[in-house]
Structure formats: structure tokens, C-alpha cells
């Protein structure tokens, strides 16, 4: 009997991690549908061939695409707060820590994303996914701009607005979803790094490129 239970127990699971993979592969793929063609005009007869799903099978994971969106902007909140919260155990100086979180945002949209202009779309969500999207980034946000004054509290960084040099910055870091070209010569790895170290750059007073 036991042993029955466990095999169900891991028929299940696997069953679970199937749905998943499938759910994060129609993530990607609808996330690239929204920056090719805009949220607006995205269908989900076009996400479902981006997936390469029938339309009737889309609707088996997800009810429409306001809450493939919704997950998308959820999953890339998840992942930015995890890299915050990762930073907080990182040794080195607030630069560095700083320098890992901006370098974990692009490349959390451009690799993980895809380079989906989902995680600028906030205002096309329905009000209560809104409100816990809004929620997220909110705290996303108090935590960089924390780095960003205890920087400028201990001499590492000349900053007298933490407020709007954040959100300067994170604007910056979620413009790149906008231009990033994957076909293009540097790789989001590359893209993350450079940019990261010319904002620190600036934090610190030297904005030479």
C-alpha cells in the first residue's frame, strides 16, 4: 500500500512538473508575441501558435491573455525580489551588492522574459491583478533604493534624490525590454554587465563610458 502511495505520489509530480514546463514555455512565448506585436493587439490565436498550441489547449492553462500577462509581470517580480533578497548575503561593498540586483533585473527581461515589453504593461491588467503587481514592484523598488541610500550614507555613492535616482534607474534597466535585439552582437549577459557598470559608475561619480 505504501509503496502504491508513492507511486502515485510520483505520478503526480511529474504530472505537475510536465504542466509547469509547458506553463513557462506559453509564458515565453507570449512574451515575445507582446513585443513583437504590443499587448494590444496580441491575440490568443497568435500566442497559441507562437507556443505551437491550439487555441482550445491555451485555454486549458490559461483563461485569456490579461492573466498570461499577470503571470508574466508575477514570475519576473519573483525573480527580481529573490535577487534582491540574494544580495543581502553577498559580501563586498553596497557597489557590489547593488551591481548584482541591476545585473539580475536585465537579465531576468531579457533572458527570462525574453525581451517582453509584458513587464511595462501594468496599467492593462485588471484591478486586483494590478494592485498585487503594483504591490510587488513596490517593494522591488523600496529595496533598490535602500542600496542605493545606504551608499550614498556611507561615501560610496553622490546621490542627494535616492527617490528619483532609483526609479531613474529602473526605468533605465526596464527600457531595455524596448531596444534589446537578440539577433544583435552582445548577448543579455553582456548587455546586463555593461549597463550595471555604468550606472554604478554614475552612483559613484564617474559617468565615463
Known amino acids: 500500500m505504501v509503496q502504491l502511495l508513492n507511486n502515485r505520489s510520483n505520478s503526480g509530480d511529474r504530472v505537475r512538473r510536465r504542466a509547469e514546463g509547458r506553463r513557462q514555455e506559453i509564458l515565453r512565448a507570449a512574451a515575445r508575441v507582446f513585443r513583437r506585436r504590443g499587448f494590444d493587439t496580441a491575440g490568443m490565436r497568435e500566442i497559441a501558435e507562437e507556443a505551437d498550441l491550439s487555441p482550445g489547449n491555451l485555454y486549458h492553462y490559461f483563461n485569456g491573455k490579461h492573466e498570461i500577462l499577470y503571470f508574466c509581470q508575477d514570475r519576473a517580480l ?68 535602500k542600496l542605493v541610500e545606504e551608499g550614498g550614507q556611507n561615501g560610496e555613492f553622490q546621490v542627494r534624490e ?18 534589446f535585439d537578440p539577433e544583435g552582437r552582445k548577448a543579455p549577459g553582456d548587455v546586463a554587465e555593461i549597463i550595471a557598470a555604468y550606472l554604478i559608475r554614475g552612483l559613484k561619480g564617474d559617468t565615463r563610458a
Open 78 to 145: 519573483d525573480t527580481m525580489l529573490n535577487a534582491l533578497d540574494r544580495s543581502g548575503t553577498c559580501a563586498g561593498t553596497v557597489a557590489d551588492r547593488l551591481t548584482f540586483v541591476l545585473t539580475a533585473h536585465v537579465r531576468c527581461i531579457l533572458d527570462d522574459m525574453e525581451g517582453a515589453a509584458a513587464h511595462l504593461a501594468v496599467d492593462a491588467l485588471p484591478g486586483e491583478l494590478r494592485g498585487h503587481i503594483v504591490a510587488k514592484r513596490d517593494r522591488y523598488e523600496s529595496g533598490v533604493r
Open 162 to 179: 535616492p527617490v528619483i535616482i532609483t526609479r531613474a534607474i529602473l526605468g533605465s534597466l526596464n527600457w531595455t525590454a524596448q531596444w
